[in-house]
C-alpha cells in the first residue's frame, strides 16, 4: 500500500491484531495474561472499535480467550494441546503432499511461479540458521514464512492458512517453554533446507523421511515437556 494511502479501520484492525499477535509469539504477552480493549486501546493510541475488531480477530483464531466481565486472556494451551497440534499439521502436509503427487503424475503438471522455489529455499536458509544459532526471535518469522510459501506452492488457500493457523498456535504454546530453556538449540528443528531441497528434486520418498523426522522430533519435545514443571505464567507483565 503507498504510504500516501489512508489507514482505513479494516487496514487499523489488521494492523493491531498482527502486533498483538506478534506480542504474544515474541512471549511478551505471557498465557494467562488479562488484558481488556480500553488498555489496548490506550497503549495503541486509537479507538476501541478497531481493536475489539482486532481482539474478536485473534480469538477466533484460537490465541485469546474472551471473558464478557474481564476483557480478554492469551490462551494457555496445554502439552495435550500442543501433540494435537503436531497430529494435525503432520496430517495436513500428508494430505498435501498426496494431492501434488497425484497432480504431478497427471498429464498436466502444476506451475510453479518463476522464481517461487528460489524464495522457498532462501526461507528455509535463514530460518535453518537460526534454528542452529538457537535465536528464537529471528526462527519463528522465517519459520512462519517458510511453511506458508511452501504450501501456497502446492495448496489453495484455504488450506495454507489452516496450516499457518495450526503452526501460530505451535508456536504460541512453545515460546513460553523455549525461553530460557539452555538447551533451546536441541529442540528448535532445523531440517528447512533439506525438506526445500527434496521438494525441489520432487523426490517423495525423501520428503516422507524428513517429515516424518520432524514429526518425530516434535512429539520427543513433547514428552520431554511432560517431565517439566509448567512454566510460570500469570497476568504480570514478564521481566
Known sequence: MPASAPVTRSTLRQQIADALRDEVL??????????????????????????????????????????????????????????????????????????????????????????????????????ARAARAGDLDVLIGYDLRFWRELAGLVANHYIADFLHRLRVQAWVFAVPYLRGDRRVRDWLWSGHEELADAFAAGDPGRLVDVLDAYHVHSLSWADHLERLPAPRTGPEDPA
Open 26 to 127: 515474541a512471549g511478551r504477552l505471557q498465557p494467562g495474561r488479562e488484558f481488556t480493549v480500553k488498555q489496548i486501546a490506550e497503549q495503541y493510541g486509537v479507538s476501541a472499535t478497531p481493536v475489539r475488531e482486532a481482539l474478536v480477530d485473534l480469538s477466533a483464531q484460537g490465541l485469546l480467550d474472551s471473558d464478557q466481565h474481564k476483557g480478554f486472556r492469551v490462551h494457555q494451551f496445554t502439552v495435550r494441546d500442543y501433540r494435537d497440534m503436531v497430529e494435525g499439521r503432520a496430517l495436513v502436509v500428508d494430505g498435501i503432499l498426496r494431492r501434488h503427487k497425484a497432480r504431478e503424475a497427471g498429464p498436466a503438471r502444476p506451475c510453479v511461479p518463476e522464481g517461487a522455489l528460489g524464495s522457498v529455499r532462501r526461507r528455509a536458509e535463514a530460518a
